[in-house]
T-cell receptor, first 113, second 114 residues
Framework: QQQVKQSPQSLIVQKGGISIINCAYENTAFDYFPWYQQFPGKGPALLIAIRPDVSEKKEGRFTISFNKSAKQFSLHIMDSQPGDSATYFCAARGTSGTYKYIFGTGTRLKVLA | NAGVTQTPKFQVLKTGQSMTLQCAQDMNHNSMYWYRQDPGMGLRLIYYSASEGTTDKGEVPNGYNVSRLNKREFSLRLESAAPSQTSVYFC?????????????FGSGTQLSVL
């Protein structure tokens, strides 16, 4: 049973536009929320991450917005570039000593030149 | 630095055959993981090892076994492969529970079971 729901499944954005990917979680026993970026034929790589005591984190063109009460978090890619075309996964890390990660189903982003 | 190395990169099996996927990391991480990636399903945890000598089941452990051979190596075994195990398999490692924890993934093994 998927505990982290990610949308949309795919996204097409014009160069220079804003890409927004949303995730929602059900379990409150998560303490860390990373986003991973995956290019074809490669393993995922950490892009940016946030802890639940912070509402927003920005790194360059990438921003995570976190709403603890709504159990939602989102990735915003500003000034999207063709090189951002990839699959993005949100994730949540469980606590209770296990620190297991639950991943969303992924969003395939295509940025048109 | 090699990071996380997985072998093989591609494999085709017949139903019922067995095989072992190998994974090694050179970052001295305590924790290692095996995930499978299927279209529309994201990454699902098969097994993980929080530290050398320990292993635990993830979301989808049925049909798989693992061995944490030492701190560096974590192998995944399919005893009797089934078509439902056709997938891309990723090994990952991390330093468990740290602030800013990062999963380091290998480049994957594409497995087809006919």
């Amino acid at each position: 049973q998927q505990q982290v729901k990610q949308s949309p499944q795919s996204l097409i954005v014009q160069k220079g536009g804003i890409s927004i990917i949303n995730c929602a979680y059900e379990n409150t026993a998560f303490d860390y929320f990373p986003w991973y970026q995956q290019f074809p034929g490669k393993g995922p790589a950490l892009l940016i991450a946030i802890r639940p005591d912070v509402s927003e984190k920005k790194e360059g063109r990438f921003t995570i917005s976190f709403n603890k009460s709504a159990k939602q978090f989102s990735l915003h890619i500003m000034d999207s570039q063709p090189g951002d075309s990839a699959t993005y996964f949100c994730a949540a890390r469980g606590t209770s000593g296990t620190y297991k990660y639950i991943f969303g189903t992924g969003t395939r982003l295509k940025v048109l030149a | 630095n090699a990071g996380v190395t997985q072998t093989p990169k591609f494999q085709v099996l017949k139903t019922g055959q067995s095989m072992t996927l190998q994974c090694a990391q050179d970052m001295n991480h305590n924790s290692m993981y095996w995930y499978r990636q299927d279209p529309g399903m994201g990454l699902r945890l098969i097994y993980y090892s929080a530290s050398e000598g320990t292993t635990d089941k993830g979301e989808v452990p049925n049909g798989y076994n693992v061995s944490r051979l030492n701190k560096r190596e974590f192998s995944l075994r399919l005893e009797s492969a089934a078509p439902s195990q056709t997938s891309v398999y990723f090994c990952a490692s991390s330093e468990l529970g740290t602030v800013g924890e990062k999963l380091f993934f290998g480049s994957g093994t594409q497995l087809s079971v006919l």
